[in-house]
């Protein structure tokens, strides 16, 4: 009986403890396993660099494929697609508008009036002009008529492509380590190849080893299981699996990610990952993203009179201002109309009219005019100080068609009798700007100009004179405004209204005055083309000083300038003392960007998201701020951030006087500039903080409203100001940065450290931006998801509706070309409506990764209590638990 239990049990020891020789063969397999995962996880990595190799690859192949003959590229000056880099180019024997991805080497581009060069180029004198650089420009004096000649466009041969620069950020930029992937690593190779293989290893071949040196001869624990059992214990610590599971997980939440959105892959990305740690949406780019492409009309402000009978003398109350606001309604995806908030809108119809006929004269039509006149004032504001050339007229025909003075929506905007191609006149001065704002990092006016279109009446025997422009310039040249009734000489009290509405309307959007007079006599072909600037230096003799009476008649008005219809205007002073001057003030009109309805709610859906949406925006703290509020992000007190280089601190460059005040004309002081002496006289006390403060028409209820009471608000905490400053205050101060949802005055380079900063600070980032704009293709790279969303091309003027969708929309559109390189850059590629899933999605991302995560934990806990029972079968003298074929 002794001997049979000794057998049975030592059979069943042998059984527990007998590790088969079929172990060798089971390592040599998971040995080769091993090298064949290795050169399968190289071939994935390969792969991914192929994934945006092939992409880059196919797109270019298609454009090889196109002929540059049948590409179609956007009208020259073309106001809707502005934002996107465009550069004037000879192509086939054309001038036309290349999109700067589009240019190489050897192209010859055509450089505008203070344009920066779109790449580095080299010009006809062998000069060379590195992207970024602006070529000093001189102005010209015609000797004839005293004007200013247009300064014309540079030649310059491309000397490296745009395209080249993009590709080698595409490939070189490295992808940031996430925090899935980075928990992954630890688990893996600190934990798991530094810590616990080592330790049980070490610790199983020491118990191993002690036992095989006490047990007894009858647990026949033989010398290969001192070697066997360390390989056991350290077998399911390696988990030779982890990358399949991980890769398998990885195309499977991709797969599914991308039906979600409706799209086919475009990445290879762990979107999952991405989207589940996601802490920060970075929008950078307004203007048919988040707003539509063009400002349209927020308020109309005009005179009128508060009865009938006659004022006296001196009568500050005989006329009121009237303002009236208007929104924006869409009607279609790329359909907006323009609509009154009051309903009594009608009752104004005849202060209303002259205005939209000064619209109708003064149209987009004359854009590309308006467009050169803009690159010469950038050239001047160079050298005026405090100022900058603004595009602040804009296409205003949707309040012809919504008053009914244009009837036919789809005719031409002109009337018959005034169908001609005009003629169009720029008059700026070199007035410098406003002082300085407390708490505004860059504040610029806009320089003092006026854009006149002069059209020629077949029905009568004068011209129709139609000026937009600067508030200042304007009224200096009106002596008389509409009152809705009549014409009513303009007196200091509607001169000071119409400058604070616009002071207030240009700081946080965009304003224009507009003016009308009739004028007889001819242009002279000589002066046509050319620009007018007015001398700043004069003073009025008291024996020209025109007393002004409360109403007069036309043909009063010119007998008393002694206007000769038949005169030709032959020089500048001509112009201005017989075309510009003597014109009556129509009103003024205030234009704002207007949020769009899908911004606006992706904005709500982030926040309740609990996701930061940012908005870097290149507009100044005002504008940004104006515009920040309608999208529903916080833009008060400690909420935004201005990203430019304080000027104080920087040290401003000194203009020399003489180089401010130049006068480039050598005619004589006219009436003119005694006005402008005078009106300079009468606003001297105006600045910016006493009008924001103390201006009449802040206590007048018409005048004032909530958009209306922006006003700078003092850095009280002490904010970061300029790029530079932000990481030195998050090291020493806090973390406001990192909290705030505007960043004001961006451009491409701040924004890429700015976003960099987040990221270095464990921020996780997608970025948004438009598929147009080519500048943006570090900002997609350095982003841990990016996104390009093709920005909105409707037109609010609808007399050009259908020339805009043939030029951006044709198949083969350069536009459309030029979008497909840049969303080379970008890891999606989505519409509007697909946008509004991104928080949804976000949402699912979080609960998919926490599965993974819980079940990544579950498989680590698994393996690591399956080593530690094997270990401790060989601390107690137990048989071996686990057999190779179970591990």
């Not at 199983?204 to 299981?225: C, G, K, M, P, V």
């Not at 467009?371 to 205003?396: E, G, K, W, Y």
């Not at 769009?596 to 309740?608: F, G, Q, R, S, Y």
Request: proline share 5%; glycine share 4%.
């Amino acid at each position: 009986m002794k001997n049979a239990l000794e057998d049975w049990y030592g059979a069943n020891v042998v059984n527990d403890n007998e590790i088969d020789y079929s172990l060798l063969v089971i390592y040599i397999v998971l040995f080769l396993f091993t090298f064949i995962l290795q050169y399968w996880q190289n071939q994935i990595v390969k792969a991914n660099h192929l994934f945006l190799y092939n992409k880059v690859k196919g797109i270019v192949e298609e454009i090889e494929r196109l002929s540059t003959n049948d590409l179609q590229y956007p009208q020259i000056y073309d106001a809707i697609v502005e934002d996107m880099p465009l550069q004037l180019a000879k192509r086939d024997g054309r001038v036309c508008q290349v999109p700067r991805l589009m240019l190489v080497t050897k192209d010859i581009v055509l450089l505008r009036p203070g344009q920066k060069a779109p790449c580095n180029c080299e010009l006809v004198d062998g000069k060379e002009l590195h992207q970024g650089e602006k070529l000093e420009r001189q102005m010209q004096v015609c000797e004839e008529t005293d004007a200013i000649e247009p300064l014309e466009l540079v030649e310059a041969r491309v000397t490296s492509s745009p395209i080249n620069h993009n590709l080698e950020n595409l490939f070189t930029e490295q992808e940031n380590l996430l925090q899935f992937e980075a928990q992954i690593n630890d688990a893996v190779h600190r934990i798991n190849e530094r810590i616990l293989i080592p330790l049980f290893f070490v610790l199983s071949l020491l118990l191993t080893a002690y036992r095989f040196f006490n047990a007894d001869d009858e647990s026949l624990f033989h010398t290969r299981f001192v070697f066997a059992v360390p390989f056991l214990v350290a077998l399911p610590l390696i988990c030779p699996l982890y990358p399949v599971i991980i890769y398998l997980i990885k195309t499977t939440n991709n797969r599914q990610v991308f039906n979600a959105f409706g799209i086919v892959s475009q990445t290879t990305k762990d979107l999952v990952a991405i989207l589940s740690a996601l802490t920060t949406v970075a929008i950078i780019d307004k203007k048919g993203i988040l707003s539509l492409p063009e400002p349209s009309i927020r308020k109309v402000m005009f005179f009128k009179s508060k009865g009938t009978k006659e004022p006296d003398d001196g009568d500050d109350d005989s006329t009121i201002p009237e303002i009236l606001n208007l929104s924006s309604i869409q009607v279609s995806d790329d359909e907006w109309e323009l609509d009154f908030d009051e309903s009594s809108w009608a009752l104004h119809l005849p202060s209303l009219l002259p205005m939209a006929y000064n619209m109708v004269l003064n149209s987009c039509a004359h854009n590309s005019d308006f467009a050169r006149f803009l690159d010469h004032l950038s050239v001047v504001a160079d050298s005026v100080p405090r100022t900058i050339a603004t595009a602040n007229r804009r296409c205003m025909c949707q309040l012809p068609i919504r008053i009914g003075f244009l009837q036919s929506p789809g005719g031409s905007p002109i009337p018959a009798a005034l169908k001609n191609d005009g003629v169009t006149m720029g008059v700026y001065a070199r007035q410098p700007g406003d002082p300085p704002v407390s708490g505004i990092v860059k504040h610029r006016t806009p320089l003092e100009m006026a854009f006149c279109t002069v059209q020629m009446d077949e029905h009568s025997l004068h011209s129709h004179l139609s000026s937009q422009g600067t508030a200042k310039l304007i009224l200096d040249a009106c002596t008389h405004f509409w009152s809705g009734e009549k014409v009513m000489p303009l007196t200091v009290k509607e001169r000071r209204l119409s400058i604070d509405f616009h002071r207030r309307h240009s700081m946080t959007g965009h304003c224009l005055a507009l003016a009308y007079r009739p004028v007889f006599g001819q242009i002279d072909q000589g002066l046509i083309g050319k620009y007018i600037e007015l001398p700043l230096l004069g003073t009025l003799s008291s024996s020209e000083t025109v007393h002004l009476v409360h109403s007069q008649s036309t043909d009063d008005l010119l007998q008393q300038n002694g206007i000769n219809p038949a005169k030709v205007v032959t020089n500048s002073q001509d112009f201005i003392n017989d075309v510009f001057t003597g014109q009556i003030l129509c009103g003024l009109v205030a234009l704002q960007y207007e949020a769009m309805p899908w911004a606006t709610k992706l904005v709500e859906l982030l926040d309740n998201a609990c996701v930061r949406p940012v908005f870097f925006s290149k507009e100044n703290e005002l504008r940004s701020r104006v515009f920040a509020e309608k999208l529903g992000l916080e833009a008060g007190w400690n909420c935004h951030i201005t990203l430019a280089e304080d000027e104080d601190k920087a040290g401003k460059r000194k203009i020399p006087a003489m180089e401010i005040f130049s006068c480039s004309t050598k005619s004589k002081i006219s009436k003119l500039n005694g006005r402008f002496a005078k009106s300079d006289a009468l606003l001297a006390n105006l600045d910016l903080e006493s009008f924001a403060r103390n201006s009449p028409t802040r206590r007048q209820s018409l005048l004032t409203s909530d958009e209306d009471k922006v006003a700078p608000i003092p850095n009280k905490a002490q904010l970061p100001t300029g790029i530079d400053e932000v990481r030195p205050h998050l090291e020493a101060v806090d973390n406001v940065p990192l909290l705030v949802g505007l960043f004001t005055d961006c451009n491409t380079t701040s924004t890429l450290e700015m976003i960099t900063i987040m990221q270095d600070y464990k921020e996780v980032v997608a970025c948004i931006g438009s598929s147009l704009n080519s500048f943006n293709t570090q900002i997609h790279r350095k982003a841990n998801l990016s996104i390009s969303v093709d920005p909105l091309q409707c037109s609010s003027c609808k007399h050009e509706k259908a020339a805009i969708n043939l030029s951006l929309k044709g198949s083969l559109s350069a536009i459309s070309v030029a979008s497909r390189l840049t969303q080379m850059s970008t890891d999606m590629h989505l519409n509007q409506m697909q946008c509004l899933k991104l928080p949804a999605i976000i949402g699912c991302a979080r609960h998919r990764m926490a599965s993974v995560r819980a079940s990544l934990l579950f498989l680590l806990f698994a393996s690591t209590l399956f080593s530690l029972t094997v270990v401790l079968s060989s601390l107690f003298f137990l048989p071996i638990i686990f057999t190779e074929l179970q591990v």
